[in-house]
């Protein structure tokens, strides 16, 4: 008499189903691991938006501002971008550094809110060294900035931007 598996089996064989046979345990577990094939690092540029006026680095408070954007941006090689909310645009939209200069250590572009060339320029925002330091100190290959006034620089090199050819 046949045992239960090897009817089945039979069974199995007459409606057009075979069992693959000899086939090692490993052969047949090899078909069922998974392969993990490691690919290129993938990171995106981070787009910071600047939503407070001040000149801190308070972690915590909701705030972006304009220092803890660079900051962040200084965290690693990928070019980052930085842009200003509308919320801080009024009838002084002046962001007073009180804290010394901003470096600029990594590939950063900054985008301010005002439109135009030469004289006919309009700048919304306007970022002030307070008659007390430069305003940028940038040591990166990468620099852009555009739309932004920048005022009141003090420094022996540079009263607004000081760069280092790298």
Known sequence: MRSQSSLWNAFLAKLGFSRKKNQSRAMRSAYRRLCFEQCEDRR????????????????????????EAVDAANQDAIPDIINFDASILGDTSTITLTNGQL??????????????????????????????????????????????????????QGGAIYMVAA
Do not use: C, H, Q, W
């Not at 910071?48 to 304009?66: A, H, K, Q």
């Not at 940028?136 to 003090?154: A, Q």
């Open 44 to 67: 995106m540029l981070a787009v910071l938006t600047v939503n407070s006026s001040l000149d801190n680095t308070i972690g915590g408070d909701g705030l972006l501002t304009l220092r």
């Open 103 to 156: 470096e600029i250590t990594e590939g950063l572009t900054i985008i301010g809110p005002g439109k135009g060339l030469g004289d006919t320029a309009v700048f919304d925002l306007t970022i002030s060294g307070n008659n007390s330091s430069r305003i940028f100190d940038v040591d990166s290959t990468s620099f852009e900035m555009s739309g932004l006034k920048l005022t009141d620089g003090e420094e022996f």
